[in-house]
C-alpha cells in the first residue's frame, strides 16, 4: 500500500559524469578497460540464447515452462564458471579463495511457478547498481494456452545482460568492485511487475541502498535511425536528466549510435517498481516509444519472433550494459547516493506506482492489429466456451411465458378492433 510521500524517498541518484568535481571515472585505464571489453561481445552468442529462451512455449510466470526458463537461465549464468579451483555453495554461490570475490546467481521464489533470478558480484561496498531484465513472457489472448515466444519482449534484454554478466566476471575472479554490482531478471512483468514489486520491497525492506537500476525492455527492434532510447519518468528532474545525461555520456564514449529521450507515459516496466520504492529508475528499449513502429509491435502475441530481430542493435545493449556495469562498479558512490556507512540508506519507501493500467489496454489494441489470427482465435474461443455453456437455455422458460402474455394481449386487441 503506498505511504506517504517524504523528500528522502525521492530517488536522487548523482551519476559520475554530473558529480561537481567532473566524471570521477574518466581515465585511460577505465576507457581501454570498457572498450576491451565491449569488444568482445558476440551476435552469434546473443541469438543462440535467444533462441534458447524462445524455444520455450512459454515463458508464462504460472506455467511450468516458466519456471524452467528461469532455472535455465541460472544455469546458463553460472556455465562459464568450471574452473576447479572454484568452489560452489548450495544457494548458486561461485567463490575464490579471496571471501571478496564472489559471485552469487541464485533464484528468487514467489507465490507462483516461476522464480526470479538474482546474480551479485559483491563490491567493497553494498551501495547496489542493478542492470535488469524480466524472464517471462506472455500472449495476451489466452496466457495459458498460446505460443508465446518473447524474442523481443524480453529475451533479447536476458541475452544482452547474460553477456555483460560474463564479461564482467570472467575470468574468475572478476577485478574488485567498489559497488555492489546485481544482474536481476524479473517473474510476472507482464503480469504487473509483481517479481520485481517483491524483490525491491524486500530490499527496501532491508533499508538496502540502491544506486540505480537501469532496466533492460524490447531492445532488439530499431527504429530506421538506429539509437538507444531512454524513459527516466516519475524522478525528480535533476536525477532525470542525470540519468539522461550519464545514458548519452556512455553511448558516445562506446556505441555507435546515439541515446536519445523518449517516454512511456505510464509504468511500463519493471524500474517502475525501483521507483516506487524510493530508487532511481530507468528504462532503455529499442526504440523510441512515441515514434515510428509504436503501435506496431509483436509483443504478447506468437508473432514476437526472432526473425523480427536486429542482433547488430541488441549487441549494442550489452555493450551499454558492460560500460554502464563497470563505469558504476568502480565508482564512489556512497556521496553519490545518500547512503550510509556500508550501503544502508536506514529508511522505508512505498510511493505508489505513477501510473497503472492504460499502458495495458494500448498493448493490446497493439496485438490485436499485428496478430489477427491470434486474435480470432481468441474470439472463435469465446465463442465454443459460449455454446458448450448454452447459457440462453437458463432464460427459456422465461421467454415462454412472455411470449405467451405478448401473443394473448394483442389477439385480445385483434378481438376488440373487429368487433
Known amino acids: 500500500m503506498p505511504g506517504t510521500a517524504t523528500a528522502s524517498c525521492q530517488p536522487m541518484a548523482v551519476f559520475p559524469n554530473t558529480i561537481a568535481n567532473g566524471d570521477i571515472n574518466e581515465n585511460s585505464n577505465t576507457t581501454v578497460r570498457i572498450r576491451a571489453l565491449t569488444a568482445r561481445v558476440s551476435t552469434t552468442t546473443l541469438r543462440d540464447d535467444v533462441t534458447a529462451l524462445a524455444a520455450f512455449r512459454t515463458r508464462y510466470y504460472k506455467s511450468p515452462q516458466g519456471r524452467e526458463a528461469a532455472v535455465w537461465l541460472q544455469r546458463r549464468l553460472l556455465a562459464g564458471f568450471a574452473d576447479p579451483r572454484l568452489y560452489r555453495d548450495r544457494g548458486g554461490g561461485v567463490g575464490g579463495r579471496r571471501g571478496s570475490d564472489k559471485v552469487t546467481v541464485k533464484l528468487f521464489e514467489h507465490g507462483w511457478q516461476q522464480p526470479s533470478v538474482i546474480a551479485r558480484v559483491q563490491g567493497r561496498t553494498n551501495v547496489t547498481v542493478i542492470l535488469a531484465a524480466h524472464i517471462d513472457s506472455v500472449n495476451f489472448y489466452l496466457p495459458s494456452l498460446l505460443h508465446a515466444p518473447g524474442a523481443n519482449d524480453d529475451a533479447a534484454a536476458i541475452a544482452a545482460l547474460i553477456s555483460a554478466f560474463t564479461l564482467l566476471t570472467q575470468p574468475f575472479p572478476p577485478p574488485s568492485l567498489e559497488n555492489t554490482l546485481e544482474f536481476h531478471f524479473y517473474a510476472a512483468e507482464e503480469a504487473g511487475f509483481r517479481g520485481s514489486a517483491a524483490v525491491l520491497g524486500a530490499y527496501n525492506a532491508a533499508r538496502r541502498t540502491v544506486h540505480s537500476l537501469l532496466q533492460f525492455d524490447a531492445i532488439g527492434i530499431p527504429d530506421a535511425t538506429p539509437a538507444i532510447a531512454v524513459a527516466a519518468e516519475y524522478l525528480p528532474q535533476a536525477t532525470t536528466d542525470g540519468y539522461e545525461a550519464y545514458i548519452g555520456h556512455l553511448a558516445s564514449k562506446y556505441l555507435d549510435v546515439p541515446a536519445v529521450a523518449t517516454a512511456c507515459g505510464y509504468a511500463c516496466s519493471d524500474h517502475a517498481s525501483a521507483v516506487r520504492f524510493g530508487y532511481a529508475g530507468a528504462l532503455v528499449t529499442g526504440r523510441r516509444l512515441d515514434g515510428e513502429g509504436a503501435d506496431a509491435d509483436a509483443s504478447h502475441t506468437a508473432g ?109 386487441l385483434i378481438r376488440r378492433v373487429n368487433r
Open 304 to 412: 514476437d519472433k526472432i526473425a523480427m530481430l536486429d542482433f547488430e542493435h541488441i549487441a549494442r545493449f550489452a555493450k551499454l550494459a558492460v560500460a554502464y556495469g563497470y563505469d558504476l562498479g568502480h565508482a564512489n558512490l556512497l556521496r553519490a547516493s545518500g547512503a550510509g556507512d556500508g550501503g544502508v540508506r536506514g529508511y522505508m519507501c512505498d510511493e505508489g506506482y505513477p501510473d497503472g493500467w492504460m499502458g495495458g489496454v494500448r498493448r493490446f489494441a497493439a496485438a490485436r492489429a499485428t496478430d489477427p489470427l491470434g486474435f480470432a482465435l481468441w474470439i472463435a474461443v469465446l465463442v465454443v466456451m459460449i455454446a458448450v455453456a448454452r447459457p440462453w437455455e437458463e432464460f427459456t422458460p422465461v421467454v415462454r411465458v412472455l411470449i405467451g402474455r405478448t401473443r394473448r394481449r394483442v389477439m385480445g
